[in-house]
């Protein structure tokens, strides 16, 4: 890890207006006009007592990441690719990859501060309880953030330009989003669907936020799940992935 | 000792050998240009001295170092300065320079660099905002921000004015007066004809000549050209027959000969044997302009023909 690279890629992410709203503030902005429906604060025995509200908290923390990792991140790096900026780095001591580890630390970094707003902003607003089990909720949420970087890593090395990589970002972000229960919670799918959706990268991860939020340990299953995705989506980005 | 050492070099795309067996070697403190048409394969040789290509077949190395498999210890030594490449957008030249020098043990103080390179008024201006010029002259910068051994700029002065090319050559030259070596890859011949101490022109992936820039100049063929309008028409037999004459061109009644010194002296006899009155009469050197045309032009003529007999069979099958 090079620090200075490092450094220079969170500076300029500060300089991403687009970035910084929709992967820091949407998913709270979300959380917070759901919050203030009414019916959504009410205790509902169909999601085992919980409200609305409580359900869709981990929804808007791994929103965050879905975004950052899938629609902003690969378009970066292609961005990096397509306009020499990795090749002219590779002619220096320091190799491209110090770019490509940055990147990743900067979304990374991004979408667990998102989520840990969300998770403020549940608690502080709508008096959502904080997770039971801090502990596996922060081993799920960093296990999903790892599997939202590679599969953005995976779009960016298929993508030979930037267009390509918005629009397969685009292909992968809504059923990523559907995974994670933004239209519909994994709670309320149908059992099958929820069983499907629960091998889906961030269909476990939203299973496994739901377990430790409720004070159980995540499942080794999810957790396994998240495990698996993230080797075999490192394997196809290393694979595939060219620096020019 | 020499710093850069490429032998027998060889590189294809796509089953086309773009470099062909290019061999040459780069001394310490020597600025070597490298001069070629478009598609010559100037660009991926120097790319393949800087580590970016691994070539097919060949030896390339680098203060004794292979660029490839050693490319961490020849990146610290070598600053290269690409032909076509881009910055982070919103990075700022202050901080393009800064970054920069952090990459390497003992670099350059970036301030007096961009003073030189007239960057100054610029440093706080985001690379997407600067102008071609601009973003040249901080690539140059950022080829010589680690304080390297060697530099490898491929076609330094595109884009920039005459002003500040003319700044840009100084500053090569005082690089080069600390004993850099400088790979340059250009297409400027005046650009050559002033820094260069020798010169390979690639044609074709090969090395058709390589030699000081004088040295180029004096082994084309038409070292010397004389052009005159005659007062009377003169014989073409005779024109043709002058000795050591490279080419012979008559346009609207003026001629222009090349030839060498023993060319423009039978000139003369000529027209005095023959009363023939030489009206402007200019007899220049040739330039290196005229020494690479010659010295790639063959070929071209060379492929014109096959193409033409190739095509000419073609239509009789």
Same mark, same amino acid.
């Given at each position: 890890m090079n620090t200075a690279v490092l450094r220079t890629e969170v500076r300029l992410f500060r300089r991403e207006p687009g970035a910084l709203f929709w992967i820091l503030l949407f998913p709270t902005l979300l959380l917070v006009i759901l919050g203030s429906?009414?019916?959504?604060r009410h205790h509902d025995p169909d999601l085992g007592g919980l409200r609305t509200i409580d359900v869709y908290v981990p929804v808007a923390v791994l929103l965050g990441l879905i975004v950052g990792g899938l629609q902003s991140m690969p378009q970066t790096l292609t961005g990096y690719r397509e306009r020499g900026i990795l090749r002219r780095m590779s002619?220096?001591?320091?190799?491209p990859t110090a770019l490509l580890v940055a990147q990743m630390t900067v979304y990374g970094g991004a979408a667990l501060a998102s989520g840990l707003l969300a998770l403020a902003v549940g608690r502080v607003?709508?008096?959502?309880?904080?997770?039971?089990q801090p502990a596996g909720y922060l081993l799920a949420l960093v296990l999903a953030v790892l599997a939202a970087l590679a599969l953005g890593a995976v779009v960016s090395a298929l993508s030979r330009t930037t267009k390509m990589a918005g629009a397969i970002g685009s292909a992968v972000f809504f059923p990523a989003m559907f995974c994670a229960g933004v239209w519909a919670p994994v709670q309320t799918m149908p059992h099958l669907l929820a069983r499907i959706v629960g091998y889906t990268p961030f269909g476990a991860a939203a299973e496994a936020l739901n377990r430790a939020a409720a004070?159980?340990?995540?499942?080794w299953t999810h957790l396994g799940v998240l495990v698996i995705w993230t080797l075999l989506l490192t394997a196809a980005a290393s694979r595939w992935f060219r620096w020019e | 000792m020499s710093v850069i050492e490429v032998s027998e070099l060889r590189k294809s795309y796509g089953g086309r *050998? $773009? $470099?062909?067996g290019v061999s040459f070697a780069v001394e310490e403190g020597e600025i070597f240009g490298v001069l070629g048409p478009n598609g010559a394969g100037k660009t991926t040789t120097v790319e393949c001295v800087e580590g970016l290509r691994v070539p097919d077949a060949g030896r390339v190395r680098v203060t004794g170092l292979?660029? $490839? *498999?050693d490319h961490a210890r020849v990146a610290r030594v070598l600053g290269a300065q690409l032909q076509e490449s881009e910055l982070q957008?919103?990075? #700022?030249v202050r901080e393009a320079l800064e970054l920069y020098s952090t990459f390497y043990d003992r670099p350059l103080d970036w301030r007096p660099l961009a003073e030189r390179l007239g960057l100054t008024q610029k440093l706080t201006t985001r690379f997407g905002k600067l102008s071609g010029g601009q973003k040249q002259r901080l690539f140059i910068a950022l080829a010589l921000v680690g304080n390297p051994r060697i530099v490898v700029l491929d076609e !330094? #002065? #595109?884009? !920039?004015?005459p002003r500040a090319r003319r700044d840009t050559w100084e500053l090569i030259e005082d690089v080069r007066a600390n004993g850099v070596a400088v790979l340059l890859v250009t297409h400027f011949m005046e650009e050559a004809q002033r820094l260069c101490d020798r010169i390979a022109v690639i044609d074709k992936g090969r090395v058709a000549a390589l030699d000081t820039p004088a040295g180029l100049i004096r082994r084309s063929a038409g070292g010397t050209v004389i052009s005159f309008t005659p007062s009377a028409p003169l014989d073409a037999h005779e024109l043709n027959t002058?000795?050591? !004459? *490279?080419s012979v061109e008559d346009r609207a009644g003026r001629l222009t000969l090349s030839g060498t010194d023993e060319t423009v002296n039978a000139v003369i006899t000529l027209l005095a044997r023959r009363h023939v009155t030489a009206h402007q009469l200019r007899v220049v050197d040739a330039t290196l302009d005229d020494a690479f045309l010659d010295l790639t032009k063959t070929d071209t003529v060379t492929d014109t023909k096959t193409d033409t007999i190739t095509d000419t069979q073609e239509a009789t099958a």
């Open positions: 429906i009414p019916s959504f002619t220096t001591p320091v190799r607003g709508f008096a959502v309880r904080l997770p039971e004070g159980h340990w995540p499942g | *050998a $773009v $470099v062909d292979d660029p $490839v *498999a957008p919103k990075l #700022t !330094l #002065t #595109t884009g !920039l004015d002058l000795p050591a !004459l *490279a």
